[in-house]
Structures are given as structure tokens and as C-alpha cells.
T-cell receptor, first 111, second 110 residues
Framework: EPEVTQTPSHQVTQMGQEVILRCVPI?????FYWYRQILGQKVEFLVS????????KSEIFDDQFSVERPDGSNFTLKIRSTKLEDSAMYFC?????????FGNGTRLTVT | GQQLNQSPQSMFIQEGEDVSMNCTSS?????WLWYKQDPGEGPVLLIA?????ELTSNGRLTAQFGITRKDSFLNISASIPSDVGIYFC??????????FGKGTRLHILP
């Protein structure tokens, strides 16, 4: 069964550094998403992406965040200057419509 | 903004017991989704509901889309150890914006 893949599975970075989280969505899906989950808490929406542009973003998704679909298969989330509070699991998801399929996440630790 | 109230927050049950959890909202949703998350992994879709009143089963799992479109429940029958995890409801409104509940953490007592 096709799945969403994310790399790396775990990334440790120093505060102020830039990170890029990578995702390969399911190939025939048209909608792409990033969600964040702080340890022990609920899954929070960051951004949705459709037709090569952001369709919606949350208040969490400030100017430090950006997304890109650099080619036909990858979907990336960049955090320009990481803060301690950015430490979380970041999940990529894709869908044909509303039924999201999630990757296994990237655990980001900011020290 | 829209919120989903998921309950209970946590459950401790014996193996073999049935489980019931639900999500409610003051807003109407067009789609209800139930996910399970195992430690260190992403949420995995269990059941998707697309129509008010719809009752759908997936093995020992049964979920219903409330007739008012403001709630949904998930039942697990005859629980087994691998049912342990966090269960999230998610609702999609008419703009296809999807929001998640805070999760129900299921523990099975030895």
C-alpha cells in the first residue's frame, strides 16, 4: 500500500539554525499538509498546500516557516531559525480530498 | 475557532473489555475521521465517515457519524493488547479544513 515517507526520522539542531524536513507524499495525492505534535499533546495543523501554493495556514505557521514542492515528488518544511519551542514531532500528510494519510514523522529536537 | 472535544482523555481497561470514546463539537462537520497513533509513529487512519448517521465497521472497530453532524463515536469490542495507543478524532468542515481532537489514551491493564 502506498505510504507517505518522511526523512530524517530524528533531527537534532541548535537554536537559531535552519532545518529542512522532507516528505514524499503518496504519488496521486493532490493535497499536502504539515502538522506538529508537541510531546503528549494533540496533532496541530500547520499548513496545507494545493496546486503549488499554500491553501491555508495556522497561526503557528509564522514567517519562520516555509513550505516548498521543489519537484514532482518532494514536499518540504523549512524552519528558518529554530527556537527551543519548535521541538516536536512534525508529520507530513497527503490526501486526495479530506482523508489524510500521515507519514511516521520527524522528531525535531532543538537544543 | 472550531474545536473538537474528545473524551475520555484517558482510559484504563482490562483486556477483553469493550471501549467507547467520542468527539463532540458545537460546529457541524462534513467528514469524521478516526486515527490511532502508536508511540513514535504517525497517526494511522482507522475509519472515515462521510454521511450523517453513517455507521461503519473495521474489524472490531465501529464508528458512527452523529445525525446532528456535531459528534461521532468510536467503539472497540473485545480489546486486545495491541489496541493500546492514542486515538484521535478529526473533523473536516465544508471548506475541507481538518481539525483534531486532543486524543484518548487507551491503556490495557495486565
Amino acid at each position: 500500500e502506498p505510504e507517505v515517507t518522511q526523512t530524517p526520522s530524528h533531527q537534532v539542531t541548535q537554536m537559531g539554525q535552519e532545518v529542512i524536513l522532507r516528505c514524499v507524499p503518496i504519488s496521486n495525492h493532490l493535497y499536502f499538509y504539515w502538522y506538529r505534535q508537541i510531546l503528549g499533546q494533540k496533532v496541530e495543523f500547520l499548513v496545507s498546500f494545493y496546486n503549488n501554493e499554500i491553501s491555508e495556514k495556522s497561526e503557528i505557521f509564522d514567517d519562520q516557516f516555509s513550505v516548498e514542492r521543489p519537484d514532482g515528488s518532494n514536499f518540504t518544511l523549512k524552519i528558518r531559525s529554530t527556537k527551543l519551542e519548535d521541538s516536536a514531532m512534525y508529520f507530513c500528510a497527503s490526501s486526495e480530498r479530506v482523508t489524510l494519510h500521515f507519514g511516521n514523522g520527524t522528531r525535531l529536537t532543538v537544543t | 475557532g472550531q474545536q473538537l472535544n474528545q473524551s475520555p482523555q484517558s482510559m484504563f481497561i482490562q483486556e477483553g473489555e469493550d471501549v467507547s470514546m467520542n468527539c463532540t463539537s458545537s460546529s457541524i462537520f462534513n467528514t469524521w475521521l478516526w486515527y490511532k497513533q502508536d508511540p513514535g509513529e504517525g497517526p494511522v487512519l482507522l475509519i472515515a465517515l462521510y454521511k450523517a448517521g453513517e455507521l461503519t465497521s473495521n474489524g472490531r472497530l465501529t464508528a458512527q457519524f452523529g445525525i446532528t453532524r456535531k459528534d461521532s463515536f468510536l467503539n472497540i469490542s473485545a480489546s486486545i493488547p495491541s489496541d493500546v495507543g492514542i486515538y484521535f478524532c478529526a473533523g473536516a468542515n465544508r471548506d475541507d479544513k481538518i481539525i483534531f481532537g486532543k486524543g484518548t489514551r487507551l491503556h490495557i491493564l495486565p
